[in-house]
C-alpha cells in the first residue's frame, strides 16, 4: 500500500479544496478495509477529521460535519475529501490513513491554509 495524499492549498475562509487519497501500491485498493483522513497543527496530536469503509460507512468529526464530505471511488483507488465553508481553523496539514490486512499506512501529508 502506498497512499499519496494531494490537493491542499491556500484558500480564504468560506473557499473550497477537495482533497485526494490514491494508493498507487497495492493493486486491492478495495481490500483496504479503513482509509481515513486526519490533520495535524504544530504542537497538537493528530487528530481525526473524517473515514470511510470499503463498504461506504462513513463518520465525521463533529467540527466538520455538514461542511466536509468523504467519499471513495475504487475504480480510481482513490479517497476524496471535499471541504466546504472553510475556516482558518482547517488549517493544517491533512494525512491520509488506511487499514489493509494488519497494519495501517500512512501517506504523505498536503497542506491546507485558510486565510481570513
Known amino acids: 500500500v502506498q497512499l499519496q495524499a494531494f490537493g491542499g492549498g491556500l484558500v480564504q475562509t468560506g473557499g473550497s479544496l477537495r482533497l485526494s487519497c490514491a494508493d498507487s501500491?497495492?493493486?486491492?485498493?478495495?481490500?483496504?478495509?479503513?482509509v481515513g483522513w486526519y490533520r495535524q497543527v504544530p504542537g497538537k496530536q493528530r487528530e481525526l477529521v473524517a473515514d470511510i469503509t470499503n463498504y461506504n460507512s462513513k463518520n465525521y468529526a463533529d467540527f466538520v460535519k455538514g461542511r466536509f464530505t468523504i467519499s471513495r471511488d475504487n475504480a480510481k483507488n482513490t479517497v476524496y475529501l471535499q471541504m466546504n465553508s472553510l475556516k482558518p481553523e482547517d488549517t493544517a496539514v491533512y494525512y491520509c490513513?488506511?487499514?489493509?490486512?494488519?497494519?495501517?499506512?500512512w501517506g504523505q501529508g498536503t497542506q491546507v491554509t485558510v486565510s481570513s
Open positions: 501500491g497495492s493493486g486491492f485498493f478495495f481490500s483496504i478495509s479503513v
Open positions: 490513513r488506511g487499514f489493509y490486512g494488519s497494519s495501517w499506512y
